[in-house]
C-alpha cells in the first residue's frame, strides 16, 4: 500500500463531529480571550481581507472540511465561495449548514466574534445569510491529483484559502511541496493565496481516526511556497500555550501566510 493510500484509509474513519468538537469548541474555541487560538486565526484573516486587495468572483477554499469559520471574512469579498473536500461526510456536514438544518453544528460564536472584529457593526445573521448565500459549490477534491478537481478549474480562482489541509494529508514534506503545486494551478496569475495551518504536528485525532501529518516549520513552509513560484506577502506564527495542548493532536504552533502567483508565467 503507497503512503498516500494509508491516508486515505486513515480518513475513512475521518470523523466530522468528533474533529470540530477536538479544534471549534472550548478551549480552542475560546472568544474571551484574543490570545486563544481561534480568535487568532481569525484576526489573520480579517486583517488580510480589510485591506480590500484581496477580492473577486471566486475564492476556493482547499480541504474545507466540516468547518466554514475560515470563510467569514472571505465572503465579504467574493461573489462565489467554493468549499471543497476529499471526505463525502464533510461535505455533507457543510450542506447541512449551508441549509440550516436541524443537527448542523452552531457556528454563531465564531460569526459574532468576526463581525465584532470586523467592526462594521452588522447583525451576525446578515452575514451568515450572505456566506449561505455564496456557498453554492461544495465540490470533491484531492490535492496529490495535478488537477485536484478533476478537471481544471475554468475560469481559475482569483483567491485560494486552506486550513490545516495540506501537511496533514501529505506523507512527507515533498508530497506537501507537490500538493501546494496542484492547487496553485487553480488559481489566476496575480491571485492570492491564504493558508493556515500546523507547525510541529505529526498526528491528530478525529474520533476513532489517528492522522499523520507532516511536521512543518516555518522555513519549510516559505521553502514550498517559493519552489511553488509564490511570492511571500505575510507570514505570521503562533505558538499553542499549554493549556491548549490537550491531547488531541501534538500541534506546537500555527502559521498564517499571505502569498501571492505572479502575474507572468
Ligand atoms: C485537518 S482537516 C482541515 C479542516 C478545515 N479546513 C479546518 O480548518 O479545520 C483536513 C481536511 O483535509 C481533507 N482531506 C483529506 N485528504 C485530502 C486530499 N487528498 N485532498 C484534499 N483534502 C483532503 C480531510 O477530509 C479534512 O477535511
Ligand atoms: O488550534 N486550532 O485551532 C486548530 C484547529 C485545527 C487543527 C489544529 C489546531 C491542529 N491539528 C490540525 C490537523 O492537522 C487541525
Same mark, same amino acid.
Given at each position: 500500500m503507497s503512503s498516500l493510500d494509508a491516508i486515505r484509509e486513515g480518513y475513512a474513519r475521518f470523523d466530522p463531529r468528533a474533529y470540530l468538537q477536538n479544534n471549534?469548541?472550548? =478551549?480552542? $474555541? #475560546?472568544?474571551?480571550?484574543?490570545?486563544?487560538v481561534v480568535p487568532w486565526k481569525l484576526r489573520c484573516l480579517a486583517e488580510t481581507f480589510a485591506s480590500g486587495e484581496i477580492c473577486g468572483r471566486t475564492l476556493i477554499d482547499v480541504g474545507s472540511g466540516p468547518t466554514i469559520y475560515q470563510l467569514l471574512s472571505a465572503c465579504e469579498h467574493f461573489e462565489e465561495v467554493v468549499a471543497t473536500d476529499f471526505l463525502e461526510v464533510n461535505r455533507e456536514e457543510l450542506q447541512r449548514w449551508v441549509r440550516g438544518e436541524p443537527g448542523a453544528f452552531d457556528w454563531s460564536p465564531f460569526i459574532q466574534h468576526v463581525c465584532k472584529i470586523e467592526?462594521?457593526?452588522?447583525?451576525?445573521q446578515e452575514k451568515e445569510r450572505r456566506l449561505r448565500g455564496r456557498l453554492r459549490r461544495i465540490l470533491p477534491i484531492d490535492?496529490?491529483?495535478?488537477?485536484p478537481l478533476g478537471a481544471p478549474l475554468? =475560469?481559475? $480562482? #482569483?483567491a485560494l484559502l486552506s486550513t490545516f489541509c495540506l501537511e496533514a494529508v501529505s506523507p512527507d514534506r515533498a508530497a506537501f511541496g507537490r500538493a501546494l503545486v496542484n492547487v496553485g494551478s487553480m488559481l489566476r496569475p496575480g491571485g492570492h493565496a491564504l493558508l493556515l495551518g500546523a507547525l510541529g504536528e505529526s498526528f491528530y485525532l478525529a474520533g476513532a481516526a489517528r492522522l499523520p501529518v507532516v511536521p512543518l516549520d516555518e522555513d519549510d513552509v516559505r521553502g514550498a511556497l517559493s519552489d511553488a513560484g509564490f511570492t511571500i506577502r505575510d507570514f505570521r506564527s503562533y505558538t499553542m500555550p499549554p493549556a491548549l495542548r490537550t491531547g488531541v493532536d501534538d500541534v506546537q504552533g500555527v502559521f498564517f501566510v499571505h502569498a501571492q502567483k505572479p502575474l507572468e508565467g
Open positions: 471549534y469548541m472550548p =478551549p480552542r $474555541a #475560546d472568544f474571551s480571550s484574543e490570545q486563544c467592526g462594521r457593526g452588522e447583525p451576525w490535492v496529490h491529483c495535478a488537477d475554468r =475560469p481559475p $480562482a #482569483d
